[in-house]
């Protein structure tokens, strides 16, 4: 139910952009379109930040660190989240994880490596 697959990431020079993906392949629509989703990152030995969410009417909320450089976006009908990144700095380097909240539960990706060289 909760299968979360990201793409995207990957090595930028400081200045570039990244477009982070996130499928949830194995929800039912429905459930998807109710789901509040969004990203967090995680470098090592670092707590794990939010970094930005989507709900189900499409309201978004952002960690000040990435306001006006991020945008996160829902498209329905692939089942997708996206996380645009632009002027991309040497701190956005970490892991980043989609997750879903849906029906009570959180649901976690694997994890994407963003690493923005300077």
């Known amino acids: 139910q909760g299968q979360l697959v990201e793409s995207g990431g990957g090595l930028v020079q400081a200045g570039g952009s990244l477009r982070l993906a996130c499928k949830a392949s194995?929800?039912?629509?429905?459930?998807?379109?109710?789901?509040?989703m969004g990203w967090y990152r995680q470098g090592l030995g670092n707590k794990r930040e939010l970094v930005a969410a989507?709900?189900?009417?499409?309201?978004?909320n952002y960690v000040d660190s990435v306001k006006g450089r991020f945008t996160i976006s829902k498209d329905n009908t692939k089942k997708t989240i996206y996380l645009q990144m632009n002027s991309l700095k040497p701190e956005d380097t970490d892991v980043y994880f989609c997750?879903?909240?849906?029906?009570?539960?959180?649901?976690w990706g694997q994890g994407i490596q963003v690493t923005v060289a300077s």
């Open positions: 997750y879903a909240d849906s029906l009570g539960e959180r649901y």
């Open positions: 194995r929800m039912i629509l429905s459930t998807f379109t109710g789901s509040t």
């Open positions: 989507i709900g189900p009417g499409r309201t978004t």
